[in-house]
């Protein structure tokens, strides 16, 4: 089954009709849906998929019980680790979704620096991201790490410095590259 990694911006309340629909292609295919537990965009797509009564959902969460399970699907906790504070707590289950996803569907508010980073993930092990950037009311595809970046050379530099103070060493390397 493909597993697609829905996701986007915690400040995010009203997702984009495009957004929508291609949640709606990916039901009719009987796509696997990974997504979190957060609250704006996650929780706008969970509810969506509820409407749906979509069964292929996994909810991830870094906190002992999910934040937003809308559908009271399959609830997977990935602990963050062992210190970590603020949103580090939730960069263990966004890393745990990458590596399942073979795909990803992000709505990104053009601020956001953790769906920033997931779609850097994502590039990284080259699996595509669609990403609708609400800020810009654009969509694109991101193949590649350069498709990242130009990506990147639309967000202000307090984004781009953030998106940086959270990346791994590893992920600092791959986005140089």
């Known amino acids: 089954m493909t597993m697609i990694f829905l996701g986007g911006s915690r400040d995010i309340f009203e997702l984009p009709v495009p957004a929508i629909e291609r ?13 979190g537990d957060a ?6 797509m969970q509810g969506l998929l509820a409407g749906y009564n979509y069964e292929h959902v996994g909810v991830f969460h870094g906190g002992p019980e999910p934040r937003n399970n809308l559908g009271d699907w ?11 504070k603020g949103f580090a707590i939730h960069a263990a289950k966004d890393r745990e979704m990458v590596r399942r996803a073979d795909f990803g569907l992000m709505v ?27 800020m810009r009311g654009t969509v694109g595809t991101v193949h590649t790490i350069a498709d990242w970046r130009a990506m990147m050379h639309h967000a202000g530099l307090d984004v781009r410095g ?13 986005a140089a590259t």
């Open 108 to 134: 990104w508010d053009g601020a956001s620096p953790g769906t920033c980073l997931i779609i850097l993930r994502l590039a990284i092990i080259g699996s595509p991201c669609v990403v609708y950037d609400t």
């Open 74 to 84: 399959a609830a997977y906790h990935v602990p963050p680790v062992d210190g970590e």
């Open 39 to 44: 609250p704006g965009a996650d929780a706008e």
């Open 23 to 35: 949640i709606g292609a990916i039901v009719a295919a009987e796509h696997g849906v990974l997504i």
């Open 162 to 174: 953030e998106v940086e103070t959270r990346m791994t060493a590893d992920e600092r390397v791959a």
